[in-house]
């Protein structure tokens, strides 16, 4: 099965950035978009952003637009996330998400991995 492994997560103050990464062992049909998710204590797994393996075609969560970027590296199977402005309210665990077509829903991706704590504290 397609394996996700994400990293560069870690403590940060508010204000602050980090960039986290997702390497995929790698890319099938099953996983043609991939997707980054965060899920805080006590709350729902929430959507924060999506691409496409080919094309590229990127999709954000209002919450972090204009702060989130993700993009994707074709020849080492890796998506990013860089995270600027921080607020406390990111801190969550973030987790890469494979699926077979660009939509928020994390019920619809197959393919997860074990996750990156990102803590935005002073």
């Known amino acids: 099965q397609v394996q996700l492994v994400e990293s560069g997560g870690g403590l940060v103050q508010p204000g602050g950035s980090l960039r986290l990464s997702c390497t995929a062992s790698i890319r099938t049909f099953s996983n043609s978009v991939m997707g980054w998710f965060r899920q805080a204590p006590g709350k729902e797994r929430e959507f924060v952003a999506a691409?496409?393996?080919?094309?590229?075609?990127?999709t954000y969560a209002d919450s972090v637009k204009g702060r989130f970027t993700i993009s994707r590296d074709n020849a080492k199977n890796t998506v990013y996330l860089q995270l600027n402005s921080l607020k406390p309210e990111d801190t969550a665990v973030y987790y890469c998400?494979?699926?077979?077509?660009?939509?928020?829903?994390?019920?619809?991706?197959?393919?997860w991995g074990q996750g990156t704590q990102v803590t935005v504290s002073s």
């Open positions: 691409i496409t393996w080919l094309g590229g075609g990127t």
């Open positions: 998400a494979g699926n077979q077509i660009l939509t928020t829903s994390w019920a619809r991706y197959d393919h």
